[in-house]
């Protein structure tokens, strides 16, 4: 390969990078044609971008950008397929339920949420993360629990003063 070439793809690789929030380094080396096919309409479907790479050319991909990668560099070795998403969580439940029966994809690193998850233990944790709008609406409703519990206390409580005063009265 020629090294125009070479700088083409680790721009477009740079480009792909800066476009979504998250991205999942897995291997899926021993897949055959027709299981990476279905890998890559499963994909397609949940939104989630497969892009097959090589390890040199995805490192420098990843130099070429501001902040520190270095973490995930361990990870580059053998095969590596590159699942990017912008909800982060969504690759972790994919290659959980994929590989229920072959473990393959296999997780070898990933980036999510600002933070550098390495090696296949962490699929656990990825995978319970919450995406943005899952903590907004958990918020929202930790926020509006004791809301509920002062307006019911008031309410009730008005009854009872309201019983008191009917049963002072009629005596």
Do not use: W
Not at 53 to 80: C, H, I, M, Q, W
Not at 132 to 138: R, S
Request: glycine content about 6%; aromatic content about 6%; proline content about 3%.
């Amino acid at each position: 390969m020629k090294k125009e070439d070479k700088s083409a793809i680790i721009e477009q690789i740079a480009s792909v990078l800066k476009e979504y929030a998250h991205f999942y380094l897995a291997d899926t080396a021993t897949l055959n044609a027709e299981k990476t096919s279905e890998l890559r309409r499963t994909c397609f479907k949940q939104d989630i971008r497969l892009m097959v790479v090589k390890n040199t050319l995805l490192r420098k991909a990843l130099e070429s950008l501001d902040g520190d990668y270095s973490p995930l560099f361990p990870a580059l070795k053998g095969a590596t397929s590159v699942m990017f998403s912008n909800t982060g969580n969504a690759p972790a439940k994919l290659i959980e339920s994929f590989g229920k029966d072959t473990g393959i994809p296999a997780l070898k690193a990933a980036y999510v949420e600002e933070s550098f998850y390495v090696g296949a233990g962490n699929l656990e944790t990825l995978v319970n993360i919450k995406n943005k709008n899952e903590l907004i609406g958990d918020v929202i409703a930790l926020l509006q629990s004791p809301a509920k519990n002062v307006i019911s206390a008031l309410q009730s409580g008005g009854h009872t003063i309201h019983g008191v005063l009917k049963t002072l009265a009629e005596r």
